[in-house]
Nanobody
Framework: QVQLVESGGGLVQAGGSLRLSCAAS????????MGWFRQAPGKEREFVAG????????YYADSVKGRFTISRDNAKNTVYLQMNSLKPEDTAVYFC???????????????WGQGTQVTVSS
């Protein structure tokens, strides 16, 4: 089992920045691909960013490419999502997830955090 706890969400004005963190405990964090997803009210959960176990490979949804950066610190069992140039359409609950495979498909992730709310005002 892997337990994931997100933090860092909040209210920010458009154009601002936030940094989300996801702390992991349980099984060896460093073997897992980590992903960030988000879900806005009335919408499907969508992939935002992912990072391989070593951190060597990262991948992003087109909607956040160039604005968001995913990173991880395996010594701290933590994955981060730096979000810059935030837009009102980035408003959502953000979830981190862990899986042994490299995937952008939410259904394939085995472990999930409880989510953290990000609200971007215009």
């Amino acid at each position: 089992q892997v337990q994931l706890v997100e933090s860092g969400g909040g209210l920010v004005q458009a154009g601002g920045s936030l940094r989300l963190s996801c702390a992991a405990s349980g099984r060896t964090f460093s073997v897992y691909t980590m992903g960030w997803f988000r879900q806005a009210p009335g919408k499907e959960r969508e992939f935002v960013a992912g990072i391989s176990w070593s951190g060597a490979n990262t991948y992003y949804a087109d909607s956040v490419k160039g604005r968001f950066t995913i990173s991880r610190d395996n010594a701290k069992n933590t994955v981060y999502l730096q979000m810059n140039s935030l837009k009102p359409e980035d408003t959502a609950v953000y979830f981190c997830a862990a899986d042994l495979s490299i995937t952008t498909v939410s259904e394939e992730y085995d472990y999930w955090g409880q989510g953290t709310q990000v609200t971007v005002s215009s």
